[in-house]
């Protein structure tokens, strides 16, 4: 891969680095901090999300009526979404091993943590949940179909694409004939640091 090309990658997972630090120090701002997969809330932040909380029958009375005409449309997506993590999930179970390529970790894209926010009510927990679910399943599935790319077909398109996955800049030059010839084992099979992961530079303080 051109040099050129490895130091964006670089740059990029500065910016990443960079953002991570950012986040981190908002945090710090809105006084809560992590531990494991709890979030914990000074006691004087709890109080005020519990003043800002709208109640529940408040929500509904409030809400437009075409809001609540769509709904349905929107719930219903559930059952697409559960069937496509059952069949991806089984898919990557059977498949992968045979092929070496590493499982995709499940609960890396699946996070849920909206639900202890106190200022929320029961209505917006759920959507929050349900936005959590979709939103995860779809980052899941991604990187399922992209480490499938990687080993079937690491190639470039010809045309720029939109929001590419983060295995593709490591594909291999459309039209290079050469490098399918002599690289695609190489290409294929090589999981390691590859996509967002950390460059191994720490921030500094």
């Known amino acids: ?10 740059k990029i997972r500065d910016l990443e680095d960079e953002l991570e630090y950012q986040l981190t120090q908002r945090r710090d701002e809105l006084r809560f901090e992590l531990i494991g997969r709890k979030v914990r ?7 005020r ?23 349905p449309f929107i719930y219903i997506l559930i059952i697409p979404f559960v069937l496509l993590d059952l069949l991806v ?5 059977i498949c992968f091993p045979i092929y070496g390529i590493p499982k995709v970790r499940r609960r890396e894209h699946m996070v849920f943590d909206r639900h202890q ?6 209505v917006e927990k759920f959507n929050c949940f349900y936005c959590s679910y979709g939103n995860g399943l779809i980052s899941y599935v991604r990187e399922i179909a992209a480490r499938t790319e990687q080993y079937w077909c690491p190639i470039k ?14 594909f291999l030059d459309y039209g290079d004939g050469d490098a399918w010839h002599d690289k695609i084992e190489d290409v294929r099979c090589d ?15």
Do not use: C, W
């Open 1 to 10: 891969m051109n040099r050129q090309i490895n130091e964006l990658i670089d």
């Open 41 to 47: 809330f000074e006691q004087e932040i709890l109080e």
């Open 49 to 71: 999300h519990r003043q800002l909380k709208t109640s529940l029958t408040r929500y509904v009375v409030e809400a437009r009526p075409l809001v609540i005409l769509t709904a």
């Open 89 to 93: 999930s089984l898919y990557q179970f």
């Open 117 to 122: 926010l106190g200022y929320l009510n029961t």
């Open 157 to 170: 398109h010809a045309r720029r694409i939109a929001g590419a996955h983060s295995r593709y800049s490591h």
């Open 191 to 205: 999981f390691h640091n590859k996509g967002k992961q950390k460059s191994g530079k720490t921030k500094k303080e």
